[in-house]
């Protein structure tokens, strides 16, 4: 049969083959988070409802408001999204285009749903149902800028208030900045506080106006400092914490002798595509978007399959750099995945790597070093002298080691992969032979396993060869050069390399992270 018709009456394609292969959620208790980088904690919302609901974010770009046209295209993106907006905010919003359908930059806040299947909606791959405003405004090009603060400000007299990291910043007009150190942040849906030893910030969620520029704010604020207080609007900061889950994902699932390819691919719009890929047949694309459900679950719904309106939604698990689902709901009817789903695995490295690593575990024995996840004291001796006094918050960190000789002078160094990882891979620690001593040499972030040691040097000491991908980041393979001094701390700005040699030593040959198996830092 063909693999996936899933065009009617034959629906369920690809779910069915899924299923034979492995045969032989959920509403918020509490607030939901928004996730903009200002908050101390990014809380996940607890789950206990069969179905998922997304975690709310903000997205901002170029807004168009008309008669028969309400949508955003997120910054750098060529992609739409049909905007479900209250009737009061619709208007306002057109009260600041110079005219019908002209652009203004907006930050709004919510989740996306199925788009319709008739209506103006039903030309837009999903839309964005807005649960909040941050920010319209027909003054400022916020895509040009940076919007990564929470900014409060009002007039009469001149008076703002920003908010970065653990720090808030009071100016008023004729006085010197004052700063001060936060000490608690209380988020709930009526109110927003930041909180310092003398001094209160207080959002409130709301439209306001300055009554000074062409903007419309989604906040008021308070100011209270001593027996003062000053009254304005308000912005919160407007990145997407959510990035983390950008990449390109796939699968390969088998039956006899027929094999699926599954790629899915999260851009760091939240646009998202699908690709089947079978032997002797056309590859099938289906289209959509992906949204943060909780910290470890994404939402990835498909709304257009081959050109052809359908709904398909996948709620995906993670574990590590593996996304899994369980089931599959099409146009509203549930199927199961199969007792083993379907498993798809973050892609990193050029393909060349992919096909050398493929080929199998004779290439790797025959060029590769396992890690370890034995307790070896001066492993354990060289890790805890890096941490210092940290040593004691890092317990509980999970390792894995190997020794080996990076700069050809007979002794080994030692490499430590820890388990302070994200969806861009994971942190790597050099110890240099001094002596027979191991001293901290250099930390490597966003690592992927395996990873290759070149026979070709650079101030002595031989290159690194890794595989990127995830977190954002374009799958791709980069060479690390020691400077003299040490290796670069991010793979993903070093040199591109099209073609590693295979001859090349794989390093933690074996592929297993510290979280699947390693030694516990006491």
């Known amino acids: 049969m063909p693999i996936l018709n899933r065009s009617l009456p034959k629906l369920l394609g690809l779910t069915v083959f899924i299923s034979l292969l492995s045969a032989c959620s959920q509403s918020p208790s509490g607030p939901v988070e928004l996730g903009n980088s200002d908050d101390l904690q990014k809380q996940s919302p607890p789950q206990s409802a069969p179905t998922p609901v997304p975690q709310r974010f903000m997205l901002r770009g170029e807004v168009t408001l008309g008669h028969d046209v309400s949508a955003i295209s997120p910054c750098g993106s060529n992609s739409q999204y049909w905007l479900q907006l209250a009737p009061s905010l619709s208007q306002q919003g057109l009260a600041l285009s110079a005219s019908p359908y002209s652009t203004i930059y907006g930050e709004v806040i919510g989740e996306f749903v199925a788009p319709s299947s008739d209506g103006f909606a039903a030309d837009y791959p999903a839309t964005f149902k807005v649960t909040q405003l941050n920010l319209m405004s027909a003054e400022i090009?916020?895509?040009?800028?940076?919007r990564d603060r929470t900014v409060a400000s009002g007039t009469e007299p001149f008076w703002g208030v920003s908010v970065e990291n653990n720090t808030l910043q009071f100016d008023r007009l004729g006085y010197d900045s004052e700063r001060f150190t936060l000490t608690a942040r209380n988020i709930s849906p009526e109110a927003r506080m930041y909180q310092t030893d003398g001094a209160t910030l207080t959002l409130r969620p709301a439209l306001c106006s300055d009554g000074m520029s062409d903007s419309i704010y989604g906040w008021t604020s308070t100011f209270t400092k001593g027996k003062q207080s000053w009254q304005g609007c308000a912005t919160l900061s407007a990145d997407d914490p959510t990035q983390e889950w950008v990449g390109n994902y796939q699968g390969v699932t088998t039956l006899g002798d027929t094999r699926l390819t599954t790629t899915v691919t999260l851009n760091p719009d939240h646009s998202a595509t699908t690709h089947y890929q079978q032997a002797n047949e056309p590859e099938l694309i289906e289209t959509g978007i992906w949204q943060q459900v909780n910290a470890n679950a994404v939402q990835v719904m498909m709304t257009r399959h081959q050109g052809q309106y359908l709904v398909s939604e996948r709620l995906f698990e993670r574990n590590g750099l593996t996304l899994t689902a369980d089931k599959e709901i099409v146009n509203g009817r549930e199927y199961s995945l199969g007792a083993q789903g379907l498993t798809l695995s973050l892609m990193v490295g050029s393909e060349i790597d992919a096909t050398n690593i493929s080929h199998g575990a004779e290439r790797l024995a025959a060029h590769g070093v396992e890690g370890s996840a034995e307790f070896n004291p001066k492993v354990d001796a060289a890790l805890k002298a890096y941490l210092g006094d940290t040593a004691?918050?890092?317990?509980?960190?999970?390792?894995?080691?190997?020794?080996?000789?990076?700069?050809?002078?007979?002794?080994?160094?030692?490499?430590?992969?820890?388990?302070?990882?994200?969806?861009?891979?994971?942190?790597?620690?050099?110890?240099?032979?001094?002596d027979g001593d191991w001293r901290f040499n250099s930390r490597i972030t966003l690592v992927h396993l395996p990873f290759q040691m070149g026979n070709a040097t650079h101030n002595g000491w031989r290159d690194l060869i890794m595989p990127v991908g995830g977190g954002g980041a374009k799958a791709a393979t980069h060479v690390l050069h020691f400077d003299g001094n040490r290796y670069p701390s991010n793979p993903s700005v070093a040199p591109e390399v099209s073609l590693p040699d295979a001859t090349d030593t794989y390093l933690f040959s074996d592929g297993i992270y510290p979280q699947q198996e390693g030694i516990t830092l006491n």
């Open 141 to 146: 090009d916020g895509c040009q800028q940076p």
């Open 392 to 434: 004691t918050e890092a317990a509980g960190t999970r390792y894995r080691w190997l020794s080996e000789d990076l700069n050809n002078d007979g002794d080994n160094e030692l490499l430590v992969l820890t388990d302070w990882c994200g969806s861009g891979g994971c942190t790597l620690l050099v110890f240099a032979n001094q």
